[in-house]
């Protein structure tokens, strides 16, 4: 039906202010924002929250072993508790050679009433540990203070491996891996690299999971838990592995740690870049 016309002086139908037109049109844009940032936090999709790794994040790990393996020689620092009161610790750094899957450095113990170091050397069947030299007149074999340094203390991996390469093999004293947790450290060094990629779908399916995005010395890595020992469907975020991987984005490992009992673990780091100091012979060579 027509309306009559508007008689001259009378106000006509109020319009909407725009002040309400520009609240809607805000509201929308944060709605919008808000479904995007919550489509951005469902695993898989980059957020911040623990996840399922994605197929790019799956390939990033896949090569983190080979990576390793390529890098090699390479040296390595493992730090852990010296006891699991947590009391004291034990370092040890060496250089890695994962072609012929051995290791050779100085180890230090150290806690609230010694300092005691040496020169170790291992591959994948054990330990050897270097007889410490003769004792001066007096001092007790292998512990070392502050005022009284010996003589032979290494601080560097380069150090250890060229004074490792002087001994023969009938000074070292070689025996079988323990359940003890350097020696699950040791063990783990030298048996985290791979000479091929793993394959990253398999990867995928075997529980890793993403963790968070960190820095270590500048550089931007990758944390991921390693692959769970029995993946199912129901299992959570909190059902991690025991390892966990520190990977930057073209697949360098630069940190493994490993869980040795609740609340205690092995710190294994790895140098970028390779080394030209070659493992020694000893004490694998015969004679």
């Known amino acids: 039906m027509p309306q ?27 709605a919008l924002a808000g479904a995007l940032t919550a489509l951005l936090l469902l695993p898989g999709n ?15 790990l896949a090569l983190a072993r080979f990576r ?71 001092a007790e074999p292998g512990r070392t203070t502050a005022r009284t340094p010996a003589p032979d203390i290494v601080t560097t991996a380069a150090q250890a491996v060229r004074r490792a390469g002087t001994l023969k093999r009938e000074e070292w004293t070689r025996r079988p891996y323990s359940t003890a947790p350097l020696d699950r450290a040791l063990r783990l060094v030298v048996s985290v690299a791979a000479d091929r990629p793993d394959d990253a779908a398999l990867l995928a399916r075997s529980g890793p999971l993403w963790l968070r995005d960190e820095r270590l010395d500048g550089h931007g890595y990758g944390v991921f838990s390693g692959p769970r020992p029995t993946p199912s469907v129901s299992a959570s975020p909190a059902d991690d592995s025991t390892l966990t991987y520190w990977i930057d984005a073209d697949g360098n490992l630069r940190r493994v740690t490993a869980r040795m ?3 205690h673990y092995a710190t294994v780091d790895f140098v970028a870049t390779r080394v030209r100091t070659v ?9």
């Open 4 to 30: 009559p016309p508007r008689k001259p002086g009378e106000p006509g139908k109020p319009r909407e202010p725009r002040k309400k037109i520009w609240v809607a049109a805000i509201a929308a844009t944060t």
């Open 46 to 60: 980059g957020g911040t929250s623990p996840h399922p790794v994605s197929a790019d994040e799956a390939q990033r």
């Open 68 to 138: 390793a393996y390529e890098a090699s020689p390479a040296e390595v620092t493992v730090r852990l508790p010296a006891a699991e009161t947590g009391d004291g610790t034990i370092t040890v750094r060496a250089v890695v050679d994962h072609h012929a899957h051995r290791a050779v450095g100085a180890y230090e113990i150290v806690d609230d009433t010694r300092t005691v170091q040496g020169l170790l050397a291992w591959d994948q069947e054990g330990i050897a540990v270097a007889r410490p030299p003769a004792a001066a007149p007096g």
């Open 261 to 263: 009992s609740p609340g």
């Open 279 to 287: 493992v020694p012979g000893a004490p694998w060579t015969k004679g």
